[in-house]
Structure formats: C-alpha cells, structure tokens
C-alpha cells in the first residue's frame, strides 16, 4: 500500500482541527498532534530492556486509566458530597498531592506511559509500560472505551495495540457510538476467570470517565445525585455524578477480583490514575481544557491491593512524569535503564513545568460546592 506523504498528512490534520477545534485551543493541540504523529512516524522496534531482575509480589495486575478525573471534587479527596462511596469503603494508599504529566489525553498519557528524559521530556516510542511487561513475561491485555483511530487517540492506541489481548469498544474515534464505561465489565470478568497462560497478568482499562461534557457521561447512569437548587451548575452535577459512576465502577472491578482470588488464589493490585483534569470556567459555566491553570493537572492517584489492610496517605508532591518508574516498581521489575523507586513514600519527586505553573496562576478554581 502507498503511504501518504507525510506533507499531505500533516496539511490534513491541521484543516481538521481548524475546523473542529475551538480557537483557543488550536495551536496547543497542533502543535501536540504534530509531535506525536512526527514521532510515531518512527518504526517502533523491539526493546532490549536490560532487565536485571523481575520480581511481581502478585499475580494479576490492574491499572485504570480515568479520565478528566479532578481531585478536589471526589469526596476522597475532601469534597463534601459523597460521590466515591467506594473508595469511602476500602483500604487503599493515596497520593493526595500529585499532578499529571501534561494537561490533555495525548500529551498526558504518552509522557505518562513511556519511560521519559525527565531534564528534556523527550520519550522514545517503543519504552512503553506494555513493552516492559511483556518483557518481563506477563501476559498483557488493553480494554478501551476510547477510540481506536483518531487525532486524540491514535499515539495511545499505538501502545495499547502491542498487547495480546486488545478490546477497543469504539473502532472509531473518542466521541464515536456513546458506550458507558461499564460495558467493559463483561470483557474483563471472562478475560479475569480464564486459565493465565503464564504466572502474571496485566489488564490495562482506559476509560471516558469524566471527559469534557461530562453530562454526555451520565445519560444512562441510573444512580445520579440531584440538586434541583442548582440547577445553573449542570456541569457541575454531571462532573460529580461521572465521577461517582466511575467509584462504582472501579467497585466492581474490585468485587470481580475479589471473587477470582476466592476461586483462583490469584492475588491482585489495582491502580486508578486520571490522565489530567479539568479547569472550570465560572463564566460559560463549563469544564474547559486551560494549560496553563493548577487544576488543570490536579489529579487523583489510588492504588487498592488484595493484601492491604489500612489506609495510607501520602502528602509529599509527585509527579506523573515519574509514573513510569512507579509502575514498574509495581509489578516487581528491575532495569539498568530506570531507577528503582515509588511515589507511595513520603520522598517528593516533582516536575519543573508543573511548579512553574503553579507558581504562575494566580486564578481562584476552587472546587464548588453543590451541597450549600
């Protein structure tokens, strides 16, 4: 098959998103779209990891990618309407003072599941967390109600696709056929009971969770939360309400590990980290994509274990840049290329571009308050 000139792809791409995409906005995801696609355009060739040891303390292995997740309006983090009934519920290790690796899904996500020059941010396609643990032997699965093919979606899939196991619910873009998150459930229970084909297994789930418009997340949600006395924060309702239906989601997901290690013996770790947030816009009354605002990369970080018997925060200030490094001390893999080390520890481990801009705003985005 004839390629397409990459001249020809790129011209395409920028009319695109003249078309699509807000003007205030254009030219950071041109210029976003523009390097991911330039690096992309590199074959991705097999990586010689210089695995010193491998070492998992469990045998099946969850990270939940959230999405547009922001801290402050989950009631685990202090907000005061109880929308993470779950995460109330369970013993869990928090971090409650981490920021995301930059402020929309492709950028955010690609620094944040490759290994990353932290002085330069430069990462090189191929160091991704899926490559490191098939490397390592385990075996890999990618559950996604993203899209498979898209400006916003294609540099994520490029990673997802290298699993053995990959369902994408849209074959399309983001925005394609509206499937709730929980129609993942049913994939990952039938993937969870099967016999593993080796001792260790890594299930990936990227979700719509809380993106932008989130009232188009809880159409079907049968368990909303009302506030008829604001109703000139519907945004807000619904952003509330997303994130209590991805609580319950994540509840269930823990419910089906659970079970299987009460069948199977197979103990189990699970993450949920949100890929950015959200700033909100007080005058438009919506949730909006603003760079260079704090809340912006405020996210949550939660990891539950089948082992864990008490609650721990942790209050220092991290950085998803440095997410790489702490899953790979998750899953128990030692490298000549990586150091070894944990955001779930009282060390600081933070990002100069993050602290400048929280240094630089000096806006009020205080989370706002539904229950007064």
Known sequence: MNKLPRTNYQAIIIALLIIVVPPLDFFHNVYNAYNELNVMSNKMLPQD???TSVSPKYKDYVLVIGESARRDYMHLYGYPIPNTPFFDSIEKEVLSNITASDFNTISSLTKTLNLIDKNNRNYKYGQHIISLAKSAGFETFWLSNQGR?????????????ESEHVIFLK??????TPFSDSDLLPFFKSYIEQSPTVP?????LHLMGSHIDPCSRVINYSKKLHFEHNKHNKQIECYINSIKQT???LGELYNILQNNKEHSG???SMFYISDHALSYDKHKKVFAYEPNRIKQYEIPFVKISSDTQKNTIYTSRKSAIYFFEEFAHWIGVKSKLFEDMTLFSDKIYTDI???DITANDKEDDKALDLSK
Request: no cysteine; proline share 3%; net charge negative.
């Open 49 to 51: 990891w210089q695995i």
């Open 149 to 161: 093919n898209g400006l916003y979606d294609t540099p994520v899939s490029k990673i997802a696709i």
């Open 266 to 268: 197979r103990s189990f």
């Open 171 to 176: 074959n399309g873009t983001f925005d394609d």
């Open 200 to 204: 260790y297994r890594l299930f990936v």
């Open 353 to 355: 571009v993050i602290d």
């Open 247 to 249: 609580d319950e989601l």
